[in-house]
């Protein structure tokens, strides 16, 4: 069965330090997503992409963020300047419509020291 | 922007016996509402959803009921198993065929399912 797959699954960075995180959603999906779980809290919504930009990104995902879709397969979240704070687990999502499944992946965990 | 709350953040049942999990949303713009279950540790996973156009859809014994005038929607799992211990996670979203929204959802913050043999 097509997945979603991250990579890393665990990234440790220090503080002010850029990270990128990797995903490559399911080939035929045409709606991604990133998402964040800081432990123990609820999964909170980042960003959505779609047809190669951004349409929609919360107030979470401030000038340090960014995402691109270099290569037409993977789909990356870049935090250019870490902060302890931004310690949580990542997930990234893809579907084909809107109102059906989002398939999330494993996710990456970033730890910020 | 949406809000949803989810009650009760924690919920320990007998098995066998149901367990009901019960979210409510500000948006009545909302049209999609998928529960997802979440095991420690691991991803998110879909365990039914519900559009607004349907009052009611059930899964073996899993359900979700959703009253659009109230904006309250609830799931209910019945013959609870040791294995459904999880996390359970309402969301809501707006999708529109022609623009717009692009569905992202927005989540509750989560129903602790414990279920005891």
């Known amino acids: 069965e097509p997945e979603v797959t991250q990579t890393p699954s665990h990234q440790v960075t220090q503080m002010g330090q850029e990270v990128i995180l990797r995903c490559v959603p399911i080939s035929n999906h045409l709606y991604f997503y990133w998402y964040r779980q800081i432990l123990g809290q609820k999964v909170e919504f980042l960003v959505s992409f779609y047809n190669n930009e951004i349409s929609e990104k919360s107030e979470i995902f401030d000038d340090q963020f960014s995402v691109e879709r270099p290569d037409g397969s993977n789909f990356t979240l870049k935090i250019r300047s870490t902060k302890l704070e931004d310690s949580a687990m990542y997930f990234c999502?893809?579907?084909?419509?809107?109102?059906?499944?989002?398939?999330f992946g494993q996710g990456t965990r970033l730890t910020v020291v | 922007g949406e809000n949803v709350e989810q009650h009760p953040s924690t919920l320990s049942v007998q098995e066998g016996d149901s367990a009901v999990i019960k979210c409510t949303y500000s948006?009545?713009?909302?049209?999609?509402f998928p529960w997802y279950k979440q095991e420690l540790g691991k991803r998110p996973q879909l365990i039914i959803d519900?559009?607004?156009?349907?009052g009611e859809k059930k899964d073996q014994r899993i359900a979700v009921t959703l009253n659009k005038t109230a904006k309250h929607f609830s799931l209910h799992i019945t013959e609870t198993q040791p294995e459904d211990s999880a996390v359970y996670f309402c969301a809501a979203s707006i999708f529109r065929n022609y623009g717009g929204s692009q569905g992202n959802l927005i989540f509750g913050k989560g129903t602790k399912l414990s279920v005891k043999p």
């Open positions: 519900i559009r607004s156009n349907v």
């Open positions: 999502a893809s579907r084909n419509r809107l109102d059906t499944e989002a398939f």
């Open positions: 948006d009545s713009a909302s049209n999609y």
